[in-house]
């Protein structure tokens, strides 16, 4: 089993940044993927960000240029930096991870949540 711990959220203005960050209980080398999600009140979650064992990573349109993922191997973490945040913004961001066994099956683990609120 795979255990997720999300920190970083917090009450920001439109323009400033936050940093998410995600720790997992093992090495995080050892999991296929890693993304990030949203969920805003009244719509569906959101796809934001993701990253590979090997390190690439891909973005949602919304956030590409303002939303940096990155990995720190030592530490099992996965971080979220959010620089030019804006009203909509606001969610629950949700750390994943999707692990495949030898056996060809797929496990999906969900951090608790973190809320992010972009406000004046």
């Known amino acids: 089993q795979v255990q997720l711990v999300e920190s970083g959220g917090g009450l920001v203005q439109p323009g400033g940044s936050l940093r998410l960050s995600c720790l997992a209980s093992?090495?995080?080398?050892?999991?296929?993927?890693m993304n990030w999600y949203r969920q805003a009140p009244g719509k569906q979650r959101e796809l934001v960000a993701g990253?590979?064992?090997?390190?690439?990573?891909n973005y949602a349109g919304s956030v590409k240029g303002r939303f940096t993922m990155s990995r720190d191997n030592a530490k099992n973490t996965v971080h979220l930096q959010m620089n030019n945040l804006k009203p909509e913004d606001t969610a629950v961001y949700y750390c994943?991870?999707?692990?495949?066994?030898?056996?060809?099956?797929?496990?999906?683990?969900w951090g608790q949540g973190t809320q992010v609120t972009v406000s004046s």
């Open positions: 994943y991870a999707r692990t495949i066994t030898t056996w060809g099956a797929a496990n999906d683990y």
């Open positions: 990253i590979t064992s090997a390190g690439s990573t």
């Open positions: 093992v090495n995080i080398f050892n999991i296929n993927a």
